[in-house]
């Protein structure tokens, strides 16, 4: 054997580098399905199924095509994880060489260098030409700057590709209309939207539930809804299906929230381009066209590929910048253990019970609803960093460590201390009373910071002011915020930090559901 390949479960990429120079009268793919990928956090079951099945159609259409495909399914060998599975693989088939793509995780990446170094077998780490960045490309930006901002990076990106832009001018004449993407509803509600395109369960599919059900029956979340696009055909149907029926409407609602309401404006092809089921290009591309031809409007196209080009490309450069320091950032010298209905929904906050019940159903939360209401909850309360990314980790179904790791660790919990956000992401329960319908049937208050009725969100916003106030006073960016402290008394300060105090012991009494 000349190469043995691996593609792993968010490699499904059908023009990878590896494919360059394959030769099937030569060489080897490995695939395997590992159950430590899925019990290292408890993993969402639709988050299990959607790599499982995801590779499995991948290794059919490789078999298809006559191909050496070595697919190790689950509970059909003894492996636990990529150390043992290769360790056992490059010792029977001793290759002359070992070949991968720049894994999506850090701890991954090590376990594949060392495995091949164990066993003598010379490794090929290749670049990801999925991403429009490279690694190389990103450190190149961020040498010599003293903050990496994505505003910066994206405007940078933005005039190397050749996006919106109208020669060496954005397109309209702005770089960001974000100012114009946070509308919420009013009192009727979003109205109808054309629901997301659904994709039936195959056999491939449906084997693929079973065998999760069968095989993590105690892991949390629901499989009864799963319909994600699976192949990059059903992908390029998602993607089209977004374009004609919520593009337009996303930019002015991309933050909004409303009971009952998953996917509102949403492409749902966050799953599908991080397992590189869909290339960010194709996705780019389709959005400028429906700018062109006038089916979308500026607002709405410049806000949906400052996503993709902007804070997908940003975070992954982010990471691979800063691990694995990152892993273990907490800046804020957070100590509060991620509270037991993190995993059940079961709170009488009526916006965590919905989001956490939605992430729960469908492995899905838009990016609001996990930024300020499940991640900026765990950022007030004060939870541990490490702990608010494992979650984010196990329930989302487009998780994957590069992309959520940033995410949470820097621009939800603020842990990394500014380095990927210039100020933490906090608010009271105004914010979500503002963006959503949650407050109207809650029984607390989100203009009361005490009392029985008192939001705890709002309660814990002050508390936090009071306990960072050392830290934020004085920051450019923050000063006018802190300063909202003079407002309150000492007693009423100390009444605050006495009901945010105990609100705090009444979320670490409860039984933990995580085994």
């Given at each position: 054997?000349?190469?043995?390949?691996?593609?792993?479960?968010?490699?499904?990429?059908?023009?990878?580098?590896?494919?360059?120079?394959?030769?099937?009268?030569?060489?080897?793919?490995?695939?395997?399905?590992?159950?430590?990928?899925?019990?290292?956090?408890?993993?969402?079951?639709?988050?299990?199924?959607?790599?499982?099945?995801?590779?499995?159609?991948?290794?059919?259409?490789?078999?298809?095509?006559?191909?050496?495909?070595?697919?190790?399914?689950?509970?059909?060998?003894?492996?636990?994880?990529?150390?043992?599975?290769?360790?056992?693989?490059?010792?029977?088939?001793?290759?002359?060489?070992?070949?991968?793509?720049?894994?999506?995780?850090?701890?991954?990446?090590?376990?594949?260098?060392?495995?091949?170094?164990?066993?003598?077998?010379?490794?090929?780490?290749?670049?990801?030409?999925?991403?429009?960045?490279?690694?190389?490309?990103?450190?190149?930006?961020?040498?010599?700057?003293?903050?990496?901002?994505?505003?910066?990076?994206?405007?940078?990106?933005?005039?190397?590709?050749?996006?919106?832009?109208?020669?060496?001018?954005?397109?309209?004449?702005?770089?960001?209309?974000?100012?114009?993407?946070?509308?919420?509803?009013?009192?009727?509600?979003?109205?109808?939207?054309?629901?997301?395109?659904?994709?039936?369960?195959?056999?491939?599919?449906?084997?693929?539930?079973?065998?999760?059900?069968?095989?993590?029956?105690?892991?949390?979340?629901?499989?009864?809804?799963?319909?994600?696009?699976?192949?990059?055909?059903?992908?390029?149907?998602?993607?089209?299906?977004?374009?004609?029926?919520?593009?337009?409407?996303?930019?002015?609602?991309?933050?909004?929230?409303?009971?009952?309401?998953?996917?509102?404006?949403?492409?749902?092809?966050?799953?599908?381009?991080?397992?590189?089921?869909?290339?960010?290009?194709?996705?780019?591309?389709?959005?400028?066209?429906?700018?062109?031809?006038?089916?979308?409007?500026?607002?709405?196209?410049?806000?949906?590929?400052?996503?993709?080009?902007?804070?997908?490309?940003?975070?992954?450069?982010?990471?691979?910048?800063?691990?694995?320091?990152?892993?273990?950032?907490?800046?804020?010298?957070?100590?509060?253990?991620?509270?037991?209905?993190?995993?059940?929904?079961?709170?009488?906050?009526?916006?965590?019970?919905?989001?956490?019940?939605?992430?729960?159903?469908?492995?899905?939360?838009?990016?609001?609803?996990?930024?300020?209401?499940?991640?900026?909850?765990?950022?007030?309360?004060?939870?541990?960093?490490?702990?608010?990314?494992?979650?984010?980790?196990?329930?989302?179904?487009?998780?994957?460590?590069?992309?959520?790791?940033?995410?949470?660790?820097?621009?939800?919990?603020?842990?990394?201390?500014?380095?990927?956000?210039?100020k933490p992401y906090c608010a009271s329960g105004r914010y979500i009373q503002r963006m959503s319908n949650y407050c109207s049937q809650c029984r607390f208050r989100p203009d009361r910071a005490q009392g029985d009725d008192a939001c705890p969100f709002t309660t814990l916003y002050w508390d936090f002011l009071i306990r960072h106030r050392q830290r934020f006073a004085q920051h450019p960016r923050t000063a006018l915020q802190w300063r909202q402290l003079g407002r309150l008394d000492a007693a009423t300060q100390a009444g605050i930090q006495a009901q945010a105090t105990a609100h705090r012991l009444a979320q670490r009494e409860a039984r933990p559901h995580k085994p």
């Amino acid at each position: 054997m000349r190469y043995l390949i691996l593609i792993l479960g968010d490699q499904l990429d059908r023009q990878s580098s590896v494919w360059d120079d394959f030769d099937p009268a030569q060489d080897s793919i490995l695939m395997a399905e590992l159950p430590a990928e899925s019990t290292r956090v408890w993993s969402h079951r639709a988050r299990i199924a959607m790599f499982l099945a995801a590779m499995r159609h991948y290794a059919a259409e490789l078999r298809g095509k006559g191909w050496l495909l070595r697919h190790y399914r689950l509970g059909t060998h003894p492996h636990q994880d990529f150390a043992a599975l290769l360790a056992a693989e490059l010792a029977t088939l001793q290759p002359q060489r070992l070949r991968v793509v720049e894994p999506g995780e850090w701890g991954v990446e090590q376990a594949i260098v060392t495995a091949a170094q164990a066993a003598g077998v010379p490794l090929d780490i290749l670049v990801d030409r999925h991403f429009l960045v490279s690694k190389a490309a990103f450190a190149q930006w961020a040498e010599g700057r003293r903050e990496l901002r994505m505003e910066h990076f994206y405007r940078h990106q933005r005039r190397r590709l050749g996006v919106l832009m109208d020669g060496t001018e954005p397109v309209g004449g702005r770089w960001n209309l974000d100012a114009e993407n946070r509308q919420s509803f009013s009192a009727q509600g979003p109205g109808w939207i054309a629901p997301p395109r659904r994709f039936a369960a195959d056999a491939i599919t449906a084997q693929t539930l079973a065998d999760v059900a069968a095989h993590f029956p105690q892991h949390p979340g629901s499989l009864d809804a799963f319909d994600w696009p699976l192949t990059p055909q059903e992908a390029e149907t998602a993607l089209l299906d977004f374009i004609q029926h919520r593009l337009a409407g996303f930019g002015h609602y991309q933050d909004a929230m409303w009971t009952g309401e998953a996917w509102l404006f949403h492409s749902r092809l966050s799953a599908a381009l991080n397992l590189k089921l869909i290339d960010p290009r194709r996705v780019i591309q389709a959005a400028e066209t429906a700018l062109r031809e006038r089916r979308a409007p500026l607002a709405a196209v410049e806000g949906f590929i400052r996503q993709i080009l902007g804070w997908r490309e940003y975070v992954r450069g982010l990471y691979w910048q800063r691990m694995p320091q990152y892993l273990d950032d907490n800046a804020l010298g957070a100590v509060e253990p991620l509270p037991a209905w993190y995993w059940s929904g079961e709170t009488e906050m009526r916006c965590l019970r919905e989001c956490i019940g939605q992430t729960l159903q469908l492995g899905y939360a838009h990016h609001i609803q996990r930024l300020m209401v499940t991640g900026l909850y765990a950022l007030l309360l004060g939870v541990r960093p490490h702990e608010v990314h494992e979650w984010y980790l196990a329930v989302y179904v487009d998780a994957v460590e590069w992309v959520e790791l940033p995410n949470t660790i820097g621009m939800s919990q603020y842990a990394d201390g500014g380095y990927m956000a210039s100020k933490p992401y906090c608010a009271s329960g105004r914010y979500i009373q503002r963006m959503s319908n949650y407050c109207s049937q809650c029984r607390f208050r989100p203009d009361r910071a005490q009392g029985d009725d008192a939001c705890p969100f709002t309660t814990l916003y002050w508390d936090f002011l009071i306990r960072h106030r050392q830290r934020f006073a004085q920051h450019p960016r923050t000063a006018l915020q802190w300063r909202q402290l003079g407002r309150l008394d000492a007693a009423t300060q100390a009444g605050i930090q006495a009901q945010a105090t105990a609100h705090r012991l009444a979320q670490r009494e409860a039984r933990p559901h995580k085994p």
